[in-house]
């Protein structure tokens, strides 16, 4: 094999390393997303007997939005095997205790139950902030599209911004903003 | 079963046992436990999974031609399209390939499916159809309208 044919070989089975921002994102909605780029299904190169899997690292996973009252509603379940020992557990305390829980169970969900799926599921790496090891930030080469924008908050934006924006009315000088 | 001739509607139990039964144990070299070697075992096992096998020849095709949509969905979605919009893209612009064609074009030629996902863009957006994704209009594509 010639080295260009053997270089084209790395480069097409190469794994690339991927960031997704978790940031106002739907955890169970991108772990769609991310699942495929796990599983290599982004590739046209793609097969199950295929390993093209790529890494995925989720960051800001403590910033993750739930859809209406999910965070009351949805329940993590798991049972110690004893008489009495099933738990349930909130959506919302479950990420007080540990705020990358959440986004790994969704994505081990949605990985599907194969033999895939604890190879793939190795490949994810999930940090709670923006905070990632050298080592790991030194592999980034792509990043994942979010589902939807990131809104920007009212105390994101400067004063003189504010005070510039076109108002409908003249508020009167006694009128309390709340 | 089809007997065509009498000769062959008699119960033709072959020359020897042993050789009959060796052609039994062959399909089932690979089964696992005494399904491998004891023949009333191995002969019910066998006509088991000769039945899988039937059924299998159907399902088969049905895995591969997911695969097949996938890589073409993988591929068009590099060039900002959808599988949908490529399939209805080239089928309006009458360009039938099939699954298997368009799937080996992904994989082994990418600059003539890239091609093909432009005639198929212009096409959806001449028609001015929703599926369309986010691609910039394509250079150097003839089409009727123009």
């Known amino acids: 094999m010639s080295i260009v044919r053997r270089s084209q070989q790395w480069g097409t089975f190469a794994r690339m390393w991927h960031v997704f921002d978790a940031t106002w994102q739907d955890p169970y909605q991108s772990s769609q997303i ?20 790529d890494h995925v690292v989720v960051i800001n996973s403590s910033e993750i939005a739930l859809r209406g009252d999910e965070w009351q509603m949805r329940v993590y379940f ?21 705020p990358t829980m959440i ?15 604890h190879q793939a599921y190795a490949r994810l790496h999930v940090f709670l902030d923006d905070k990632i090891p050298l080592e790991i930030q030194q592999n980034l080469s792509s990043q994942i ?24 009315v003249k508020l009167p000088e006694t009128y309390v903003l709340t | 079963m089809v007997f065509q001739t009498v000769a062959l509607m008699t119960r033709a139990r072959g020359p020897d046992e042993f050789w009959r039964k060796r052609r039994i144990f062959r399909l089932s070299s690979h089964f696992r436990g005494r399904f491998r070697n004891c023949y009333s075992m191995a002969i019910r096992a066998v006509h088991r999974s000769l039945q899988f096998a039937t059924k299998g020849r159907d399902a088969k095709y049905d895995i591969i031609r ?35 064609s368009l799937a080996d074009l992904a994989v082994w030629e990418p600059r003539t499916f890239k091609s093909l996902v432009n005639i198929a863009h212009e096409r959806v957006k001449q028609d001015g159809l929703r599926i369309m994704g986010y691609l910039k209009a394509p250079a150097r594509v003839l089409s009727k309208g123009k």
């Open chain 1, 34 to 53: 991310i699942a495929k780029y796990l599983l290599g299904r982004h590739k046209p190169i793609s097969h199950p007997m295929n390993r093209c899997g």
């Open chain 1, 145 to 168: 599209k979010q589902l939807r924008p990131v809104p920007q908050r009212l105390d994101q934006i400067s004063p003189e911004e504010l005070e510039n924006f076109p108002q409908i």
């Open chain 1, 78 to 98: 798991h049972h110690d095997t004893y008489h009495g020992g099933a738990s349930w557990t909130k959506a919302w305390e479950l990420h007080k205790k540990d």
């Open chain 1, 103 to 117: 986004m790994k169970k969704a994505v081990y969900r949605a990985l599907g139950n194969n033999l895939t799926r």
């Open chain 2, 66 to 100: 997911q695969i097949w949509m996938n890589r073409i969905d993988s591929a068009a979605m590099e060039h900002g399209l959808t599988y949908k919009a490529v399939k209805e893209g080239l089928t309006r612009s009458e360009i039938h390939l099939n699954h298997k």
